[in-house]
């Protein structure tokens, strides 16, 4: 048991954004309560503090229900701000989380800002991320938005949406398993994300980072969305183009750095393992492998080659 696994995440505005939700595993047929969730809270903020929609068509309620009235159905990556988080921790659906109070301008589309209207309403929390990127990722010419947040089911979701599509079919989404749920017994975890420009991988991608504080595992997965042809007006497919998996805490460390080579789309991960033998040596072993990305998924070229360096006492 790790007693700070049962706090909730805070973010302020001096911590980079990350989102996290963890339970403790439990026996098949066993419930948990909602006292077990750990998970990523927000305050209310300021107006330099925004939070997006990280689903399509979000019902934004009048009062804190399920059952309340709808106020306005919110597309992913609705830009809000959080006015006042209930108290309770509840259960909706598959999710355990507080219900919000936000605040959502509605631009009607239009940069005048006499036309814009100020909508306010609760959402569930599970439905809320400080994570959205609004970028050509397949390379169309037309900007998709992205958004990432984390599934009823303790994984990293990540959704893109094509505008000009109608709902509900216009958002592609896929999943990241969060790292070190096996050694923490858990479900669940952290991510942090960044976006990858084009210009640095030939790609627009998203890498989904996730580091828990309670053990030496983590993990870096690359996501791409890409549209056969790059035909516009059809909706592509998000892909998990690469899982990059390490361990930063001896006995077993094991690192890697990444660069990519843009103009040809492919990408050098050079990994750096380091082991104790009997005598508390350290042995430093490097390998290198080259990828090419297809179809938006990243294919080893060649087989690693392994450099074993000096021992290190």
């Known amino acids: 048991m790790f007693p700070g696994l049962w706090l909730s995440l ?51 309620r009048k009062e804190p229900s399920t059952e309340a009235a709808v106020v306005a159905v919110l597309p992913l990556g609705a830009a809000v701000r ?8 509840l259960k909706v659906g598959e999710y355990v989380n507080h219900w919000y109070s936000v605040e959502h301008v509605d631009t009607k589309g239009t940069a005048e800002k006499a036309d814009d209207a100020v909508l306010r309403g609760w ?12 970028e050509d990722f397949d390379g169309d010419g037309e900007k998709e938005v992205a958004t990432v947040v984390m599934s009823g089911d303790f994984k990293i979701r990540v959704r893109v949406l094509e505008p000009k599509l109608k709902p509900p079919f216009r958002v592609s989404s896929v999943d990241a398993r969060p790292a070190g749920e096996n050694w923490r017994q858990v479900s669940g975890g952290p991510a942090a994300v960044t976006l990858v420009p084009s210009k640095t991988a030939g790609v627009v991608l998203l890498r989904v980072d ?15 969305y890409t549209v056969p042809g790059n035909k516009k007006g059809v909706l592509g497919t998000a ?45 430093t072993t490097k390998a290198q492998t080259r990828y090419q990305l297809k179809d938006g998924v990243y294919s080893e070229l060649t087989p690693a080659d392994s450099s074993v360096a000096e021992s290190k006492p």
Request: proline share 5%; hydrophobic share 30%.
């Open 123 to 134: 959402l569930f929390g599970n439905t809320l991320t400080p994570f959205r990127f609004e």
């Open 82 to 89: 959080v006015q006042e988080r209930g108290t309770a921790r």
């Open 10 to 60: 805070l973010l302020t505005q001096t911590s980079a954004p990350s989102l996290h939700y963890t339970a403790e595993k439990v026996k098949e047929g066993q419930q948990r309560t909602p006292e077990q969730f750990a998970f990523t809270t927000w305050e209310p903020s300021c107006e330099l503090e925004t939070l997006f929609v990280g689903v399509d068509e979000a019902n934004l």
């Open 210 to 224: 996730s580091t828990p504080e309670e053990c030496g595992d983590y993990s870096t997965t690359y996501v791409s």
């Open 239 to 283: 892909k998990l183009a690469l899982l990059l998996e390490g361990v930063s805490e001896a006995p077993g460390v094991s690192r890697y750095e990444v660069s990519f080579q843009a103009r040809k789309k492919e990408l050098t991960m050079v990994r750096t393992d380091e082991q104790e033998d009997e005598s508390g040596n350290v042995l």
